[in-house]
Every structure is written in structure tokens, then in C-alpha cells.
DNA sequence: GTCTATATCCCGATAGAC
DNA sequence: GTCTATCGGGATATAGAC
């Protein structure tokens, strides 16, 4: 009955693969905190022990989509920044794109930045995150050009712009649904073009030689 | 043995206001959802059945913790407001205070702005919340000045801000202690200073007639 | 208002059979 | 690789005595 390459009962099925997308849907039904080992493998239809055989605990199989988090994340940054020229436009643009990231991808999201899951023994995720990283500080360093410090500071500042939209993107404040998604995406970016706007505006008042 | 006033046992005792600080103290120590009714009540020497005589449930408690919250930030807020008299200054010290009261008061940060609490049957919170959410809009009404559709826009995008650095604070982004705080705290203001210029700046370009 | 005792449920993780 | 069975733990909440 069981059927090699996809049956019922994941006999010989993949069911390492079928365990990180129940825990995506358990994430988004109840947060990072309602997905459980024992649900996953109720929901899938095995005994409880079988997801040891392919994570060595909760925290493992977690790390896993947070991996699968990023790569998920950096393909559609990558996308979005492609679509624009202008350093400014592209720091907006990974905006826009980190709020849409949180709206459409809430599971992944909430492991990835407010799921708090612990890394030692995880190097991957690491690894996985630096091309996120990467990237945002060479945009970034664009932008602000000259000044090393300075680049790090709009770095902060744009993150927590980003950051902070996409959590109250997802605590409701937006409203829900896609236009609510799309709204919090584009203040995002908008508050990122004044945020770079107005440091600039700063900067050139308290240093004027410059 | 069980004096009355203060006792070992809470016999006769403020068990409701020893839950609360218990509460806290335990969020403390492993957030919102590391709290639990057996565990305060272990910690407060009381039979797990004693809270459920002062609330009725584990939210029920929550939302007291809540309003407890709100009471603290918006006394430190209006002491930070009233070093300020120019609007921008001002809600430059509201982003400074929510930053630090994010990294003073972590346990009600994070009960009151990312707790998830369940409001339902819980009006007391939302009425505690209401003089936070007037004081806000007062003060970005005066930054703003004429137009009341960009008041909301900039009440929204600082307080993305202010989140979005309270965020990254307790995610570990500025390090830990007193000194990662204030440092949250100033990059808030500043970047809400620069968000204020900035937007300022693209409305005029977008509208040079005003 | 507090206690004892208990019912009920869910969780992570392991041992040993197949 | 998966199953059955189980251990050990912790949670919420209620009933009834004092």
C-alpha cells in the first residue's frame, strides 16, 4: 500500500521535506510557539518518534526553515533591487521588499527575524543569512558613499525602519489582506528615501564644509 | 504563623499585586510565553488554584500586566516630552523613550507592543492605551502642522522607527547593558529627526508650490 | 482566600521491535 | 525509516474542604 515516491504514510516518501512545510503551516497558524513536533507528525499522519530520524530535536528542524527562510528571501531581494538603478531607490526597494517578505511569508519571516531559535550548533543558518547581509551593506554603502561609519548607522536606521512596518504590518495596524500588504510595503519605502533625505539634510547642516 | 500584611504564605497578603510582580519577573526571564500560572505561583510559595481567585484566566492576568505598562511608559513619556518644547524635539524624545523604555522595562515592552495578548473582554487595556495613542497624535499633529493625512503617514513611519530600533535592541543588534540602550535610543531620535527633514524635503519637491 | 487533590491535555525525547 | 510504547515533565483549570 505504501507507495515508494509519494504515498499516505510517508513510507519511503520524503519525509524530511514534508515536515518543514508542515511546520511553515503550523507557524502560520499559530506563531513560531504553536508548532510542535507531535502536531507536525499528526498532521502528517506518523508516530510522533519519526521526525527524529531526520532532525535531532525541535530546534533542528526549525534551523531548516529558517535556512529555507532565507533563500526565499534573498531570491526576491535580488529580483526587486534588479528593478532599480539609483542606490537611494534600491535601499527603498529592499524596504518594500522586507515588508512584503513579512506579509506574504509570514511563517518564514517570524523564524527568520522575531523567532528567536537558537543557532549554536547551527552554522547554516548563519551562513545562509550572510548573503542577506551582504548585500544590504553594499547598497547601502552606494547610498552613503564616503563615510564607513556612516554607512553602518544608515544601515541600523534603514533595518529598523524596514523592521518596524513589517511588525506592524503583522499585528494588524495596516488592516488585513494583500492591500494592507502593499500599503505597509510602500511606506517602507517611502520612509526609507526621507530617512536617507533627511540625513543628508543633517549632516550637511552640522558639517557645512562638507 | 500566616501574618496578616506580610507573610511568607500571602495568607491574608496582596496576592493579586504579587501575582502581577511575579509575572513580571518571569517574562523577564523567559518572555511572555515563559510565564505561566503554576510557575508564579510556585515562585510565590501559593497553591496553583490561588491566582485563579484574583483572575480568571492566564490572559486575564496578562492584560493587567498590560495595563500596568501602559500606566509606566506614559508617565516616562510625558517627563521625556516636557524637556521639549519644539514638536520635532519632541516626538524625537518619544522615539528616545520608547527605545529605552524597551530596554528598562522589557518585560512590559514586550507584553504591551508584542505580546499578543487577547483584548477580548479586556477593554481596560485598550482604555490604558488611549492616552499613548492621543499624546502621539497631538504631538505629530503639531510636527506636521496643516495637512491631516501627513500627520498619520508620520505617526505611522515614526513609529515604525521607534519599534523598529526597540526591536533590534532586544534582539541583541546594539550588544547589551546601559550603554546599548542609550545607544537605541539616540539612533532613534536621530533617525526620527531625519525622517521629519527628509519628509519635509520630498513634499516640497513633489509640491514646490507650498 | 487559600489549600489539597485531581482531571485533562500536550509536549519532547528515547528504547526497542520490525 | 518508521512504528509502538513509554517515561517524565509541565500546563490550565476545576471541585470541594477549610
Do not use: W
Not at 57 to 78: G, I, K, P, W
Not at 176 to 205: K, N, P, V
Request: glycine share 8%; hydrophobic share 45%; charged share 30%.
Amino acid at each position: 500500500m505504501p507507495t515508494p515516491g509519494k504515498g499516505d504514510r510517508y513510507h519511503h516518501g520524503d519525509l524530511r521535506a514534508a515536515l518543514i512545510e508542515a511546520a511553515i503551516e503550523l507557524i502560520r497558524e499559530g506563531g513560531v510557539s504553536g508548532f510542535s513536533m507531535s502536531e507536525a507528525s499528526r498532521r502528517l499522519g506518523v508516530a510522533v518518534s519519526a521526525p527524529y530520524a531526520h532532525f535531532a530535536d525541535r530546534n533542528d528542524l526549525l534551523a531548516a526553515v529558517a535556512v529555507r527562510a532565507c533563500e526565499v528571501f534573498y531570491r526576491e531581494m535580488l529580483q526587486e533591487i534588479g528593478k532599480a538603478r539609483d542606490p537611494a531607490d534600491r535601499l527603498a526597494a529592499i524596504a518594500r521588499c522586507y515588508v512584503r517578505f513579512a506579509g506574504f511569508n509570514r511563517p518564514l519571516f517570524e523564524v527568520l527575524f522575531t523567532g528567536r531559535i537558537d543557532k549554536r550548533g547551527h552554522p547554516e543558518v548563519e551562513e545562509a543569512e550572510r548573503p542577506l547581509d551582504d548585500t544590504l551593506l553594499e547598497i547601502v554603502r552606494a547610498v552613503s558613499g564616503e563615510d564607513p561609519l556612516s554607512s553602518d548607522d544608515l544601515a541600523t536606521a534603514a533595518e529598523a525602519a524596514a523592521h518596524g512596518h513589517a511588525m506592524m504590518l503583522l499585528d494588524g495596524d495596516f488592516g488585513d489582506g494583500d492591500a494592507a500588504i502593499e500599503e505597509a510595503a510602500q511606506r517602507a519605502s517611502a520612509a526609507t528615501l526621507a530617512l536617507i533625505e533627511g540625513r543628508r539634510l543633517l549632516s550637511r547642516r552640522s558639517a557645512p564644509k562638507t
